[in-house]
């Protein structure tokens, strides 16, 4: 009896995991594009006219500074720089709901084994 629970358990498991295990590789290669885009943004930053062009990591001490003081005006982008922080601020969001996706299946995968080990 515990062994057909325990197979159970691992059919809907494994599907999981490897879901699980795609999702990361999903996650990191967004992560390496966001990293690109940040390195592209400081590039454009320091190329050319002199546009006030801020990264994530910058926009993320910001938030921090102004939690802080928030008296302090944030500058104001336009153009194509807008467009890339615009850009890397949805792959971050997209980030985020993977994340948040990845770990409903996980917190499901571990109900379901609890629940199927309650029924032995």
Same mark, same amino acid.
């Given at each position: 009896m515990k062994g057909e629970v325990v197979r159970k358990h691992?059919? #809907?498991?494994?599907?999981?995991e490897k879901e699980n295990a795609f999702l990361?590789?999903?996650v990191e290669r967004l992560e390496a594009i966001i990293a690109a885009g940040d390195r592209?943004? #400081?590039?454009?930053?320091?190329?050319?006219?002199? #546009?006030?062009i801020n990264t994530l990591a910058?926009?993320?001490?910001?938030?921090?500074?102004e939690s802080s003081a928030s008296s302090t005006p944030l500058p104001k982008l336009n153009g194509p720089s807008k467009d890339v922080v615009s850009t890397l601020a949805a792959m971050q969001e997209t980030l985020n709901q993977l994340s948040?996706?990845?770990n409903d299946a996980i917190t499901e995968s571990s109900r379901t084994a609890q629940r199927l080990t309650e029924q032995d």
């Open positions: 691992l059919a #809907r498991v494994e599907p999981l990361s590789d999903k592209v943004a #400081r590039a454009a930053a320091s190329m050319g006219e002199k #546009r006030t910058e926009e993320d001490e910001e938030e921090e500074d948040e996706l990845n």
